[in-house]
């Protein structure tokens, strides 16, 4: 296989198998990705050369034939959008049923599976590291593309990935992810279901806090197109713990496989997972009969199962189905919280259960591995990847590994002994030898003598002779096989070893580490011995040059410098490039680009990424020296570079010993640099001292190389964020000015990004990725650039030239030819002084610019405000004069600051002058360049500040006007939705919105003219001009300002007439210098309309021309004349200086138009969301304050004026000159019993008699609607009351507002505030309970919502004082108003409710809480219908003269038994009756009177006989009854 020109395969005639046995969708798939045709072989490694190399920007892909390239270019580089189908071809094009809608051409998911059915093992296993890298999900199952065919288990491309993770009880582990034994999760769908299951494991990989899209998923772009060769593949991906066990998904690590498609229709895939699987998760659509079949078999399979219900839709009912997947969870035998509900769709909670249910499983799973998940797949007859010659390529390494198990140090001194002391030594002492002839000694020599003999006394091994063996195979692909099986199988055994050792000291590992570059570099030292002295044991040595060129060219690094031993293998290397020059065409040419790796530093990833190679990954085995590899340039790098090759050389272990002698890395650094066209120096990220030893190395390399015949440009890359990648660059600068400006003269490239594998750090993020990606192109830019560059200064090299230089290099560098010593560092260390100075001082200016600059906005408000105080105008220019005045102090300041302490650096370190006298010069010239490029850049940033300044003005009232006419809208619409009471919804709102920002005042609708055109008008003005003059017939020519070099008069101008030469140097003379006028007067006119900045007008031209005119015709009155070419000359070239001055206007305005209309294209939609947004807050606001006035204000506000004024009208009423008799329960009584007996009324006396309350609250009523009738207070009191309660709740409004003015507040707090304070302040209870609805439950700002507020209350006072008008002839009361009077004033008299037990009077005692009832005026029983004892005849004999007698009573209280009335009080103890005076009639007078005139009365009603009375009864008046009622109550009138 080789790496030089590529041919390009015969795609060889369509297939016909293909077009016959899959389907059309099928077909029509691949026909896009340009894979209709039969391919030769499947890509494999050198592809990615040709894929990378070419590309220098992330192409979007033209049409869907791209995507492939596509996809592995953007894998290489770590970019997160990897898997993207978007292509710019219309997939509709090709017949494909795709979204029209959609960009992506087909599902990433097919895009994957075909990359992977298109590739070979070698290269499958290179995009799963990479993929796995980018947390992308992998395939495990590659479906078959032919029905007929099987389907492939991936198993080679996971050999070799590794797997880091911390466990609780073991710390850091580190393994082999293949042989890693570890729980297998399957997830698999059955049915349509609601949900995403792939976005479902996603949620559940990415744990609490990361976003996670390892599975490709609906959710993303081309993930919701139809999959075409893709439905039932099964992808795969390990979850690792790591760091924070609180940021963990499981407590172990677990594989997790995800299959696509319906497992009803992909019976051996899920043959496969369920017995492979530790858990099986089922996202079921539906509880069918089949459904349940299907699910029976899959857990007769598998150890455990998680179903989750995903059903769309429910036929047999709630509760049926329910019942169904009881039923089902029993005949399965799966355990209680097996069974996970979907149906709702809530992804994230679905997540959450299913990774508890996992937590809970995963201590107790089975484990596995995927070795042995291919083993049960072979088992199953299925196709796995390994197939019988990797098999055999297996067995080989196992034969050459034979015994290394046991000790790793006895095994290299045994099998690779060529690499020990012996040969070290040598190199050592021929090194010594060339350095100090001709004064070599002869012990020298005697030592070299006999570690030659000992060289020579080598035998060719076990191990090696199996190695050379394994590699001179005829078949090259087992022997591709071999080489990954080295790799994987050593790489699997040092770590296993370090991952047992990890946490012990680097200082106690004795175990050295062993790689296949060791066998490599042990078959290239058997070429040395065989070259040195050939025997019979190594006489088939000779094809060894012959391997090495095969495998360089196959893509194995060849190892060029063996670090470890510093030294050039000559014989090896020269031997093997003479093999690869045979093999490459005639006259091929070469350039050089080596990228000095140090210890850590990740060359091998970014050549990889830069260019598609493959150099082995070292950091983990600490090997050291240097690799090339021989990559063969497209057609459009061979032009660009001219050349047709590139040789890529990369050191690795550069200053490994932290601490230790750096000579042999000087000497490493120093030979390949020589080599090279470029240099990239990488810097790792490290510390201060690692950083400071690596400058050393690179400083040494520079300050050895700079006088070499083959001059090599330098560039840097830092992986990390500190300052020695800028030092660097300074330092390149510093020792290469004599080349400057050339392509050393550049900007430090940062690569300042983490390329450690996911296994070893967290995973890539999509936007760390994304800018990996972008600097690793940006670097590549640049080197093309250089290469470029060098291309036009530099002729290439041919191999053979190439070949013979390297060996005069070694032979300089073995010999330490360089005019500084390899071991002397001190000129490196005064250099890296210097630079870092400089750095600093630059990084500090560039700080201070920067500050400076970002105030320059206050600056320049602070200038124009000092300029008008003085009367004086200011514009942009005038602005900008000022500030680059002041940046140029600035700068000027630091730059003599900056040289002022690089001599103090030097004395201060106490450094040898002379060490750097040679780059004094350099480093003046640096700072000097160093405040060039500061002013440059400032001038740029000051430029930016003012047109930025200015445009902010104009933005900020662009946005003041615009916010200004949204409000005016809100406010309108506010005011409609709560008069109409109406809702407007989004669509409405979006359109009002519309109306106000299509009017917004601005120049869009009238753009300036675009350059050309301004070009254009004035060519045709002028046009006219000369037309109208008579020169229709001359040239116009406008010319570029930048090529005037100012207008000269020349004889040609001159008429015929004036061309005497006698007068021609004076006319000329008089003609200039008036040509000089008329150029300046007229460059004023334009200066003058530039500094209003307005758009070009044809006007302009036309004055302008005129000015010219005016001028030409002045010049008419000298003696000469001028020619017609001189006034078309002339004004050409004014209107050519003008037409730039007008372009340059012109373009500042499109800018600036541009700006605007980019500015309000940005804000468009926020403002329009804010618009909306503000809307709907404020009417709820509004519709908040509204409703709590209208709900809880109002009726408060009514009850507070009518609750009062019940309250007034009472106390009014007991005003009355008859309220006297209201004042207390026995004047009431009083009361009535005298307005009885003057209405002399049976009817009330009967009324009374049969109810003493109904008569008494009748009483009242009537009295209170005589007093109502007459009043003319209500009305004031009601204004009054109203008023007062409404300034509470305008005092109460202001207190709110004056608390935290502009603060967020709660609604319903405020209002829950408001409500207690105006509680406090009238003794009001205000109805809180519907402050708990929503309405109310937001949070919004203080003053907007308490303008509402007062709004609303305004309105509220306003209506009900408007009631109060319209009403003012008619008071109007509460109609419960008399009643609620009755029942205070009843409440005020009532007194007690007790009554007599024998005459039914009312007790008159006041006291409340008496024990003891008495009645003042007892009255003859026969007025309550008491008869005589035996008789029909009414009584007339009262309690009181009872108790004085000898009678007795009998009631049903008695028990039927009669009791003299004397003893009343046993049965009433709770009643005073006192005994009758018979010389005093008393009280008894009253209802003696009445019962005597009404007697027949009472007898009638009560159908009794008459009372008999005394005589004197009849003797009664009515004045003294009255006076016998005043005496009993003691009442004076």
Same mark, same amino acid.
């Given at each position: ?496 070893? %370090? $991952?047992? *050792?990890? #946490? /012990? !000291? ?7 580490? &062993?790689?296949?570059?060791?066998? =490599? ?85 970014? %050549? $990889?990424? *830069?260019? #598609? /190679? !493959? ?7 600490? &090997?050291?020296?240097?690799?090339? =590899? ?86 840097? $890359? ?13 330092? &390149? ?801």
């Amino acid at each position: 296989m080789s790496l030089h020109r590529r041919i390009v395969p015969d795609l060889g005639p369509l297939t016909t198998e293909i077009v016959s046995e899959i389907d059309r969708d099928k077909r029509i798939l691949l026909h896009m990705l340009d894979l209709h045709r039969e391919k030769v072989s499947p890509m494999d490694l050198t592809t990615m050369l040709y894929v990378s190399t070419p590309s220098t920007e992330d192409d979007f892909p033209q049409d869907p034939t791209e995507l492939s390239n596509a996809f592995l270019r953007r894998l290489w580089l770590h970019n997160p959008q990897a898997r993207s189908t978007c292509c710019k071809v219309a997939v509709g094009d090709y017949g494909l049923d795709m979204d029209e809608n959609s960009q992506c051409a087909i599902n990433p998911l097919d895009l994957v599976a075909v990359i992977y059915m298109t590739t070979n093992s070698f290269l499958q296993h290179e995009i799963t590291y990479r993929m796995l890298q980018c947390n992308f999900a992998v395939p495990l199952y590659l479906p078959p593309v032919y029905p007929e065919k099987k389907g492939t288990m991936l198993l080679y491309p996971f050999r070799g990935v590794l797997g880091q993770w911390n466990s609780p009880s073991e710390g850091t582990i580190m393994k082999n992810m293949a042989n890693s034994r570890m729980p297998f999760l399957s997830a698999v769908r059955l049915g349509r279901c609601s949900v995403s299951k792939s976005r479902v494991l996603n949620r559940v990989l990415g744990g609490p806090h990361k976003l996670n899209e390892c599975f490709i998923n609906c959710g993303m772009d081309g993930g919701q197109l139809p999959r075409v060769l893709s439905d039932g593949l099964v992808e795969m991906c390990w979850n690792l713990p790591l760091g924070d066990h609180h940021d963990n998904v499981f407590p172990c690590p677990v594989l997790v496989a995800n299959l696509r498609g319906d497992g009803a229709t992909c019976k051996k895939q899920m043959s496969l997972l369920c017995y492979s699987s530790a858990v099986l998760i089922v996202f079921c659509g539906s509880f069918g009969a089949k459904e349940r079949e299907l699910l029976a078999s899959w857990r007769d399979n598998t150890s455990h199962m998680i179903i989750i219900d995903c059903s769309t839709s429910v036929e047999d009912g709630q509760e049926n189905h329910e019942k169904i997947k009881q039923r089902l969870l029993k005949d399965l035998e799966m355990s209680d919280g097996t069974m996970l509900n979907g149906c709702e769709g809530n992804e994230e909670e679905i997540a959450e259960s299913l990774k508890d249910v996992l937590n809970r499983f995963i201590p107790y799973l089975h484990i596995t591995n995927l070795v042995g998940t291919a083993g049960m797949a072979s088992d199953l007859d299925f196709n796995v990847d390994e197939d019988e010659i990797c098999r055999m390529a297996f067995r080989e390494v196992e034969e050459v590994l034979s015994g290394i198990e046991d000790e790793v140090s006895s095994y290299l001194e045994n099998q690779l002994p060529l690499q020990g002391v012996v040969w070290k030594q040598l190199c050592q002492l021929e090194k010594e030898e060339g350095r100090h002839q001709p004064h070599t000694t002869q012990s020298l020599i005697g030592e070299k003598e006999n570690l030659i003999k000992q060289l020579l006394d080598y035998k060719l091994t076990t191990a090696m002779g199996a190695f050379i063996a394994a590699l001179c195979s005829l078949d090259t692909t087992k022997r591709a096989f071999f080489l990954s099986w080295m790799r994987v199988k050593l790489e699997v055994m040092q770590l296993d070893k %370090l $991952s047992h *050792l990890r #946490g /012990t !000291n680097k200082e106690q590992i004795q175990e050295p580490c &062993i790689g296949l570059e060791h066998f =490599l570099r042990e078959m290239g030292l058997v070429y040395e011995r065989y070259f040195r002295g050939p025997n019979s044991d190594l006489y088939d040595m000779f094809r060894l040059p012959y391997v090495g060129a095969e495998l360089l060219l196959y893509g194995v690094p060849l190892e060029l410098y063996d670090g470890d031993a510093s030294v050039f293998p000559m014989n090896w290397v020269y031997s093997v490039l003479y093999e690869v020059h045979k093999q490459l065409p005639k006259f091929s040419r070469m350039r050089v680009l080596t990228i000095l790796g140090f210890h850590n530093s990740k060359n091998a990833e970014i %050549l $990889s990424a *830069l260019f #598609g /190679t !493959n150099f082995p990954k070292w950091g983990r085995r600490h &090997i050291k020296g240097a690799y090339m =590899l021989l990559l063969s340039l497209p057609d459009n790098l061979r032009m660009e570079m001219d050349c047709e090759f590139l040789m890529l050389i990369a050191t690795e272990g550069l200053n490994r010993n932290a601490g230790g002698s750096l000579v042999h890395d000087i000497e490493l650094a120093t030979f390949v640099s020589g080599l090279s066209d470029i240099t990239l120096v990488d810097l790792p990220a490290e510390g201060q001292d690692e950083t400071r030893s690596n400058l050393h190395i690179a400083v040494n390399v520079l300050l050895c190389t700079r006088n070499l015949e083959r001059k090599t440009a330098f560039l840097v $890359s830092s992986e990390g964020a500190g300052m020695d990648g800028k030092i660097m660059s300074c330092v &390149i600068d510093v020792l290469t000015t004599g080349q400057l400006p050339n392509e050393s003269q550049r900007e430090t490239e940062g690569v300042s990004h983490n390329l450690s594998s996911s296994w070893y750090s967290n995973s890539l993020t999509s936007q760390n990725g994304q800018i990996y990606s972008d600097a690793v192109l940006r670097l590549k830019k640049n080197l093309l650039t250089m290469f470029h560059e060098k291309a036009t200064n530099d002729q290439p090299t041919c191999l053979g030239a190439l070949m013979e230089y390297m060996c005069n290099l070694w032979e300089k560098v073995k010999n330490g030819g360089f005019a500084i010593k390899f071991g002397d560092t001190d000129t490196a260390d005064a250099i890296i002084g210097l630079c870092t100075q400089l750095v600093q001082g630059e990084k500090q200016l560039n700080d201070q610019l920067d500050l400076w600059v970002q105030g320059l906005d206050n600056h320049i408000t602070e200038l124009k405000e000092s300029a008008s105080q003085n009367g004086q105008g200011m514009d942009s220019d005038d602005i900008l004069t000022i500030l680059r005045s002041e940046a140029n102090a600035q700068i000027s300041a630091e730059r003599d600051q900056i040289k002022a302490s690089l001599w103090d650096y030097l004395r201060q370190q106490d450094i040898d002058i002379t060490l750097v006298e040679n780059y004094k010069v350099s480093l003046l010239k640096k700072v000097d360049l160093i405040q060039e490029q500061m002013t440059s850049e400032v001038a740029q940033k000051l430029e930016s500040a003012t047109i930025r300044h200015e445009m902010t003005i104009k933005m900020h009232a662009l946005l003041t006007s615009l916010e200004a006419a949204l409000e005016v809208k809100l406010r309108s619409l506010l005011k409609t939705c709560k008069n109409n009471d109406s809702v407007i919804d989004d669509k409405e709102l979006e359109s009002e919105f519309v109306s106000v920002w299509e009017n917004i005042p601005s120049n869009l609708k009238d753009p300036p003219l675009e350059t050309q055109k301004i070009f254009e008008r004035m060519v045709e003005q002028l046009k006219k001009n000369l037309s109208i003059r008579g020169l229709k017939n001359e040239n116009v020519r406008l010319r570029n300002a930048n090529h005037l070099n100012g207008f000269k008069v020349k004889t040609s101008h001159f008429a015929l007439s004036s061309k005497m030469k006698k007068t021609l140097k004076y006319n000329k003379k008089v003609a200039q210098k008036f040509t000089n006028n008329l150029i300046e007067d007229c460059d004023k006119r334009v200066s003058e309309k530039l500094r209003h900045k307005e758009c070009y007008s044809d006007s302009y031209m036309r004055e302008l021309l005129a000015t010219v005119d005016k001028g030409l015709e002045v010049l008419k009155c000298e003696s000469f004349m001028m020619s017609p070419k001189f006034e078309a000359d002339i004004k050409g070239y004014i209107c050519s200086k003008a037409v730039e001055s007008f372009q340059e206007v012109q373009a500042l305005l499109i800018r600036e138009r541009e700006t605007k209309e980019k500015f309000l294209n940005e804000t468009k939609d926020r403002h329009m969301l804010n618009f909306i947004y503000q809307f709907r807050k404020r009417d709820q606001c509004q519709k908040a304050a509204q409703s709590f006035t209208n709900l809880c204000l109002k009726p408060t506000a009514e009850d507070f004026i009518y609750s009062s004024l019940e309250r007034q009208i009472f106390n009014d009423m007991l005003q009355n000159k008859n309220a006297w008799l209201y004042s207390s329960p026995k004047k009431f009584h009083y009361g009535l019993l005298k307005e009885m007996l003057l209405k002399d009324s049976f009817e009330n006396f009967h009324e009374y008699l049969q109810s003493h309350e109904r008569f008494s609250q009748k009483s009242i009523e009537n009295f209170i609607k005589a007093y109502l009738s007459g009043s003319v207070m209500i009305e004031d009191r009601r204004e009054q009351r109203m008023h007062q309660i409404f300034n509470w709740v305008k005092s109460c409004i202001k207190q709110a507002s004056e608390s935290s003015s502009g603060a967020k507040i709660n609604v319903r707090l405020l209002l829950e505030k408001f409500c207690i304070s105006l509680g406090s302040l009238g003794k009001i209870t205000m109805p809180t309970q519907m402050l708990e609805k929503p309405l109310f439950d937001i949070s919004t700002h203080r003053e907007n919502f308490l303008k509402n507020l007062e709004e609303s209350v305004s309105e509220l006072s306003s209506s009900i004082a408007q009631e109060f008008v319209e009403n003012e002839d008619v008071i109007e009361v509460p109609d419960d108003l008399p009643n609620k009077l009755q029942g205070m004033l009843y409440d005020r008299v009532k007194g007690c409710d007790k009554r007599c037990p024998f005459c039914r009077a009312p007790c008159d005692r006041e006291e409340k809480d008496h024990q003891v009832h008495e009645a003042v005026v007892h009255r003859p029983k026969g007025l309550v219908c008491y008869t005589n004892a035996n008789s029909t005849t009414l009584s007339h004999n009262t309690c009181s003269a009872d108790i004085a007698g000898e009678t007795q009573f009998q009631n049903r209280h008695t028990g039927g038994q009669s009791l003299p009335f004397k003893e009343y009080q046993s049965i009433y103890p709770d009643w005073n009756i006192y005994p009758e005076d018979p010389r005093n009639n008393g009280s008894a007078v009253y209802w003696r009177y009445v019962f005597m005139r009404y007697n027949s009365r009472f007898a009638q009603e009560y159908e009794c006989a008459p009372a008999v009375f005394p005589q004197a009864w009849g003797k009664i008046t009515q004045e003294e009854a009255l006076q016998s009622l005043r005496e009993a109550f003691h009442i004076t009138e």
